[in-house]
T-cell receptor, first 113, second 110 residues
Framework: TAGITQAPTSQILAAGRSMTLRCTQD?????MYWYRQDLGLGLRLIHY???????GKGEVPDGYSVSRANTDDFPLTLASAVPSQTSVYFC????????????FGQGTRLTVV | GNSVTQMEGPVTLSEEAFLTINCTYT??????LFWYVQYPGEGLQLLLK?????DKGSNKGFEATYRKETTSFHLEKGSVQVSDSAVYFC?????????FGTGTRLLVSP
């Protein structure tokens, strides 16, 4: 079982350009999340989705958008990247209806120059 | 709302020392509690979990007990190894809300 897959693994992006980070899970989890992690420590929630067709804002949503067209995919888009969006991005999923653990992808390291 | 507070790091220990990383939580209802570990350059992995009061989660020599009376879920290990050096996150899930602590970096020297 693949679990949760993110792509790309890393990317260098020019400021002002747009980019979509991909996330796919094969566990049929209802909930999916996007976090950013700066300086190798705290996770900050960007956006989340509790079910296909719905999304919600986390604590740092500005400059990011998401969609949840189906259960498996939860792409994160940066419309016009800025250097402060340089970070490691993690996607996660969980069966939130059962209060079970979240599963994480391996992360995308994004550098905006 | 729900929240998790864990001790700030870094925690620096010598190999074979005893480890405690404190975690307390605030939540309504009966959340599930978790410890995750993140090794350098990797994503978060579930280390252990407990789903109800007085449950003890354990894995790889680590353990934590769900204490409802003190709203705590402290992580312990009797004898740490260099390979345990990582960042540890306490987390809870309740009412479909997933909340993480800020993470504690553990450094173990030979």
């Amino acid at each position: 079982t693949a679990g949760i897959t993110q792509a790309p693994t890393s990317q260098i992006l020019a400021a002002g350009r747009s980019m979509t980070l991909r996330c796919t899970q094969d566990m049929r989890h209802n909930a999916m999340y996007w976090y950013r992690q700066d300086l190798g420590l705290g996770l900050r929630l960007i956006h989340y989705s509790n079910t296909a067709g719905t999304t919600g804002k986390g604590e740092v949503p500005d400059g990011y958008s998401v969609s949840r067209a189906n259960t498996d995919d939860f792409p994160l888009t940066l419309a016009s990247a800025v250097p402060s969006q340089t970070s490691v991005y993690f996607c996660a999923s969980s069966d939130s209806n059962r209060n079970t653990e979240a599963f994480f992808g391996q992360g995308t390291r994004l550098t905006v120059v | 709302g729900n929240s998790v507070t864990q001790m700030e790091g870094p925690v620096t220990l010598s190999e074979e020392a005893f480890l405690t990383i404190n975690c307390t939580y605030t939540a309504t209802g009966y959340p599930s509690l978790f410890w995750y570990v993140q090794y350098p350059g990797e994503g978060l992995q579930l280390l252990l979990k407990a789903t109800k009061a007085d449950d003890k989660g354990s894995n790889k020599g680590f353990e934590a007990t769900y204490r409802k009376e003190t709203t705590s879920f402290h992580l312990e290990k009797g004898s740490v190894q260099v390979s345990d050096s990582a960042v540890y996150f306490c987390a809870l899930v309740g009412f479909q809300k997933l909340v993480f602590g800020t993470g504690t970096r553990l450094l173990v020297s030979p």
